[in-house]
């Protein structure tokens, strides 16, 4: 019984580093900021482009307003990063390059499939077409989606999602 006790403590103890986020290595293209239980750079959890492309992720093929035709873009699920973040709130502000921004529920993330794509058909996005990342929603999965109260919170060009209560 004395081992189990020792054991369980040691889980205790041991078990919150295994949630901690790593340092970004590359250039920091996203940062999340707000109530989070794991940052890795003061209060806030900053991302690299390879950090971001080893969480849970998808790819769609879809067509947009924004393209032509049909478009594969790929790149984490919007929830694994909050995931990866440990964010806790129910509103995301999410923010471009030039300070535009979307106000998205937690429930596009915690209930659709969307992505921060970081690929547009296999390249890596550039700031140039819409990178370095795009909200990009499931329409594929999900033609009901194809409106315009998901095409404004289509936010690119994303540097920034501030997680509210």
């Given amino acids: 019984m004395r081992i189990f ?3 369980a403590a040691a889980v205790i103890f041991i078990a919150p580093s295994a949630f901690a986020l790593d340092a970004p290595k590359g250039p920091v293209i996203l940062t999340v900021k707000g109530d989070l239980a794991h940052p890795n750079m003061g209060k806030t959890a900053q991302f690299d482009l390879e950090m971001l492309e080893k969480l ?16 594969t873009f790929s790149g984490p699920l919007l929830r694994s990063v909050l995931e990866a973040a440990g964010a806790r709130g ?8 030039n300070d535009y921004f979307a106000e998205v529920p937690r429930d596009d993330a915690d209930k659709i499939d969307s992505i921060l794509a970081t690929r547009q058909n296999g390249k890596v ?3 140039r077409d819409k990178g370095p990342l795009f909200l990009v929603y499931p329409f594929d999965k999900d033609p ?3 409106n315009e109260k998901y095409f404004s919170r289509s936010v690119w060009q994303i540097k920034e999602v501030e997680v509210q209560p």
């Fill in 5 to 7: 006790n020792l054991l």
């Fill in 56 to 71: 849970a992720g998808r790819q769609s093929t879809v067509r947009t307003p924004w393209t032509e035709g049909e478009t």
């Fill in 90 to 97: 129910n509103k995301l502000l999410v923010r471009a390059l």
């Fill in 125 to 127: 996005m550039s700031v």
């Fill in 144 to 146: 009901s989606l194809f």
